[in-house]
């Protein structure tokens, strides 16, 4: 049961390129639209910024149980 537990928590770890504590919330996505952006590169802005709290709460919840 670890063995699987280690494993979704190292391919977790595989999406995120920085230390837990520099992935950015959700709550932390700027709503608005910048001025010179498009919808398509607003509409991957804010899946990139689920992405990373998706990861991040997975994080919590693994290590929540292994302590």
């Known amino acids: 049961m670890a063995k699987g537990k280690d494993m979704l928590l ?3 770890a595989s999406f995120v390129a920085k230390p837990l504590p520099e ?3 959700v709550t932390d996505f ?3 639209k910048r001025s010179d952006e498009t919808p ?3 509409a991957t ?3 990139s910024a689920e992405s990373a709290e ?3 709460l997975v994080w919590r919840i ?3 149980k292994n302590e």
């Open 10 to 12: 190292h391919r977790c």
């Open 23 to 25: 992935v950015p919330s």
């Open 30 to 32: 700027p709503a608005e």
């Open 40 to 42: 398509q590169e607003l």
């Open 45 to 47: 802005r804010r899946l």
């Open 54 to 56: 998706s990861v991040h």
């Open 62 to 64: 693994l290590y929540a």
